[in-house]
């Protein structure tokens, strides 16, 4: 059972939900996901049924309250779901991350009629999404500028660009970006995969996660009425401050999910080579204590994101420890399986390549030891 669940939660009707929950996301993986972990890595295969049934599951509509048609489980509950679907598969989890960010944006996008209407439908899987932030976030962290550009016009905005990496697209899917003005003002929209001036391009081949159908989204003055705004440019940097935590707090349990991979790797070395393994750095016991302490960080930190009271930069260091910590537990659980372990077809190797993800993926770990370093600085007076 995933640490959080051994924790407390608000309510000891919230917990048994939890945990029925988690049942189903448990026997859904044992029995849709574990079989297709290595065709996902090896052959790009897209996990679709997999994704649409977590949302039946009710994994998404954790994140949301009843009055918007959620079961009100919270962020917490979420993150232990993505975690369990990243311990047999990591792309299967980062695609669960970029659904239940799609959902986590609209939740708290300006309220609008087909905002909602979208947003239910995003929770129960039954259409499905990418989040294309990766470059707004790292143009407020000073990194980059704005890749897409957006226009007024009488329906609401045209938007051009490029995004060169969007993961979870396809026919009929939606992607959620963020655009900059003539002036300066940006903005957060909903766009659909489908619509006229939008183009998704496969890049080049990857090392890992390329069954996450991550594309290349140009777009040539895509329509964006303005009921598909989620943050207006007045609105932009509030929204982000808002949303960033949560989105955060999830990505990492895709790591954390990870990490519990690597345990389950490890351990199974150790019932075939115990003796010759108790050489090796980073045991079972000391990364399983790193994983319960992330956890515990993660467990105290979702009802304060949710709350908007995260304190960003306590947020930004339990995303990279879970990154150092991914790292640290693949290349154990590397060593720990031995010559097996370098098979292509075995999970400690795909592990490496699902660990290094989460520590390229924006925000990098080089960001976030950037943006904590600044954190600490003290302010000028
Ligand atoms: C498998 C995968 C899935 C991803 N999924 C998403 C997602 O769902 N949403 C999202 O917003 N981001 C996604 N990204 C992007 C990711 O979050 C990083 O922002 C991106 O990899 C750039 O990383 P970096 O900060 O190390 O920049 P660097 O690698 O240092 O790149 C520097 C600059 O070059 C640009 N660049 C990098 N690669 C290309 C390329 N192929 N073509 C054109 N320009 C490029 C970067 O955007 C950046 O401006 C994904 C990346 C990968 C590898």
Redesign the pocket.
Known sequence: MPLILQLPLPSAMHQAESLALLRRIDQRVRQQLAPQAAAIDQQALYPQAMLRGLGEDGAYAALLPAEQGGSGLGLATLMASISEVGAACGSTA?LAW?QS?CVYLLRHAAPREELSATLSELAAGRRLG?????????HLAG???M?LRAELCPQGYRISG????????GAGHL?V?AASCSDGGKLVFLADCDAPGVRLNA??P?A???G?R?L?VKLDQVLVPSERVLAEPAAFVGFIRRVRPGFVLAQAAVGLGIVQGCLDDIQAANLRDGEQNRWLDHSYEDLAAELAALWREAKTLAPLAEAGQAAPPRVLRLRAEVSELCLRAAMSAQLHAGAAGYLLSSPAQRRLREAS?IA?????L??LRREIHHAEQPQPA
């Open positions: 980062f970029c960010a990418g989040p294309g932030l990766s470059n707004a976030i790292k990194l980059e500028a890749r490029e995004l060169p990496w969007v993961s979870n697209l992607f970006a890049g080049p990857i890992g996660m390329s996450t991550t290349c993800f390229i993926v924006t925000p990098t080089k960001q």
